[in-house]
């Protein structure tokens, strides 16, 4: 599932063969972006950036593509010459002399002056993008002990796209395994310490999946559970799809709880509960 992480990635990868070069077509195949289609067509492109789950491609005409992958949604970069076969229906092409880049099924796109990015129905809402060099961990964490979020439970904190952007269903069980918090428990639970740990916790993994394209422990950790007999699903996090294996640290089984239809795996272990409200019964 995109994240934060691999819609950062996604748009290092289109930039790369987009900023700086010529667009000799573009081409928009979406209803709801035809009526200005026209403006934005075969216009160059000043440079690409995400907030949270959410991409902008800037032209440089200062109008901007905003749009969300969802779940389905995909870019796919291939050279000119590549033919390509999709069932996926085709949302978004921009074409340079060598390179084809396609945006597939996504259903979230809009076409809006730059200058009113922040006016945006989905991008007014949202907290800071927790990979943003301007979103440091005291910011981080200001946000979770404001009176706003402190009495949330770090469950429903992790997912919420209106605190922090970017964060989705690996990042939020791993996030919680390496802070060492348990899911029910809320800020006012927690000690200083604690959350100045959550808020690291909350840069660290965040960075470490966007560099690593989706890991969320080290090199070795990895490869000892990949050597386990791991699946790549499971063998690059610490807990989530791991609710069959031993925790790293303490070698107690992972579980995994239901929030909602969104699951949660975490070491009962290494993740005490702190507060005084009984763990859900799922
Ligand atoms: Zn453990």
Known sequence: MPEGPEIRRAADRISKVLIGKEIIESKFYYERIKDKEEIVKNKNIKEILTRGKAMLIRFKNDWSMYSHNQLYGRWTVNLNTTKIKSSRTLRVVFTTNKHTVRLWSATDIDLIPTAEENEHSFLKKLGPDVLNESCGFELIEERLTSKSFHKKKASTLMLDQTVFAGLGNYLRSEILFDAKIHPDDRPLDLDKERITQWAKSIKDISHLAYKTGGFTVSKSFAEKN????????????????????????????????????????????????????KPCKY
Request: charged residues 35%.
């Open 226 to 277: 990949k050597a386990n007999g791991e699946p790549r699903k499971s063998y690059r996090h610490a807990v989530f799809m791991r609710h069959k294996y031993e925790c790293l640290n303490c070698k107690s089984r992972i579980e995994r709880k239901w929030y909602g239809k969104r699951k949660l795996d975490f070491c009962p272990s290494c993740q005490i509960q702190r507060g005084k409200i």
